[in-house]
């Protein structure tokens, strides 16, 4: 996506960190960043893997020599080690401008009784318990500052429950109230609160939610036209680059063949 010069300056020198940006919607969110403000810019990056920061690091410094990139491993859904990671970072990456709260994970498609603890306890951890803590932490310099952004990555799965979704579908709708009740507690500030709310993305993350198996992770594409990385992270690019008496509060985004979790079409969107 080609973003303007007015974009470039509303982002133009600040501090932008990334939760779970070794791939997918993370990934993309960083490379679109650094393209839209044109290599002014300081990014914070961090995942569970840091091979893939590293990779992504070269990557947008071989491109945009002046940018400024941090990476660092933080796992969110271990909560004792989020406040370690923050009070950590270099000084000239420590006032988050943007936060992306973009970690996150579904694991499995087991129906209420048959979920293993460990599941429930990993999905609570990761999308509430982490993306509550490193929100809390960020927050208290923007409130110093009474500037910033913060970006939930929710999902269709938080307005709607289905089948098999029991807990994933909890946690994003835990995601979706307490960003609901932040923006209201910040509406006296210049602190923006917004929500993404994306239908079915092709990432990784079918992946992750069948533990590796390719074969049923694939299954959930077939047949339809998904939203990719790219189009979720523009998104989140547009709204952080609005005037700042703006905000777009919540996006809810589908693929042309979705229409809600159970609403998707799979065949040829050409049928008449």
Do not use: W
């Amino acid at each position: 996506m080609s973003f303007g010069a007015a974009a470039a300056s509303r982002i133009a020198g600040k501090v932008i960190l990334i939760t779970g940006a070794s791939a997918g919607i993370g990934y993309q969110t960083a490379k679109d960043f650094a393209a839209a403000a044109k290599g002014d810019l300081k990014l914070v990056l961090n995942a569970r893997r840091l091979d893939k920061l590293t990779t992504l690091k070269e990557e947008l410094l071989k491109e945009y020599p002046s940018l400024k990139v941090h990476i660092g491993v933080l796992d969110v859904s271990k909560f004792e080690t989020i406040k370690p990671y923050i009070e950590s970072l270099p000084a000239d990456f420590k006032e988050v401008d943007v936060l992306v709260n973009n970690a996150g994970k579904a694991l499995g498609l087991e129906r209420i009784g048959d979920i293993d603890p460990e599941d429930v306890k990993t999905m609570f951890d990761t999308n509430v318990i982490g993306m509550v803590e490193i929100t809390q932490l960020v927050l208290k310099g923007m409130k110093e500052r009474n500037r910033g952004d913060i970006v939930q990555l929710g999902s269709v799965a938080g307005r709607e429950a289905y089948p098999g979704g029991g807990i994933y579908c909890a946690t994003k709708s835990a995601l979706r109230f307490f960003t609901t009740a932040l923006r209201k507690e910040l509406i006296n500030t210049r602190i923006r609160v917004m929500e993404i709310e994306p239908g079915n993305v092709e990432t990784e993350f079918s992946m992750v939610r069948f533990k590796g198996d390719a074969e049923k992770a694939a299954s959930v594409y077939t047949g339809t036209e998904p939203l990719y990385a790219e189009d979720i992270s523009e998104l989140i690019v547009f709204n952080c680059t609005r005037k700042p008496n703006t905000v777009i509060a919540e996006t809810l985004v589908f693929a042309t063949n979705q229409a809600s979790p159970f609403h998707i079409y799979r065949g040829s969107l050409d049928e008449k």
